[in-house]
């Protein structure tokens, strides 16, 4: 982006994430392809491997798609070998996915080599770049904190005056 560009500070720096984030994602598009994996089947790979075992109702939210069809996606994935269903132990009533340990590793692959892509970029800054690329991340790191607790605190408050409500 060129540094004549009209807008806010914002604004201007927002454009410049998208763009990096734009050829990262193409990146991560090809190494997911790489696997034979759809973005889709990536996302619920990295899902289970964040939360570990998961209800397929709770996965189909996560994913905003219909239960049904989170069920065609975990079937075609346990074709594959990459995620298996089991029963919850507590209650047999629900299903959960969870990751095989071919799927763990193809998630810390795909991982490993985005991560490696970053390295590479950083080691491409000189030390001065890197010092401050570091500072600048570790303040947008601290923003990210602030925002999240602000906005769990309001959805606190929310989910409270919903109960108080709902039982009034």
Same mark, same amino acid.
Not at 135 to 138: L, V
Not at 153 to 156: A, F, R, V
């Given at each position: 982006m060129s540094s004549t560009t =009209?807008?806010?500070m914002a604004d201007q720096i927002v454009a410049e994430i998208e763009d990096g984030l734009a050829h990262q994602r193409h990146k991560w598009a090809a190494q997911c392809q790489a696997h034979g994996l759809s973005m889709t089947h990536f996302h619920v790979l990295a899902l289970l491997d964040a939360d570990g075992p998961t209800p397929m109702s709770r996965l189909a939210d996560q994913l905003g798609v219909a239960f049904s069809? #989170?069920?065609?996606i975990v079937s075609r !994935? +346990? +074709?594959r070998g990459i995620v298996e269903r089991v029963h919850d132990a507590e209650d /047999? /009533? =629900?299903v959960l996915a969870q990751l095989t340990p071919t799927g763990r590793d193809v998630v810390h692959k795909v991982e490993a080599t985005r991560? +490696?892509? !970053?390295? @590479? #970029?950083v080691n491409a800054l000189t030390s001065e770049e890197q010092r401050a690329l570091l500072?600048?991340?570790?303040t947008l790191t601290t923003a990210h904190a602030r925002l999240h607790a602000a906005h769990d605190?309001? @959805? @606190?408050d929310h989910d409270t005056n919903h109960e108080e409500h709902f039982h009034s």
């Open positions: =009209v807008g806010s069809n #989170l069920t065609g !994935m +346990e +074709e /047999r /009533r =629900v991560t +490696e892509h !970053m390295r @590479q #970029l500072g600048a991340f570790k605190s309001g @959805q @606190q």
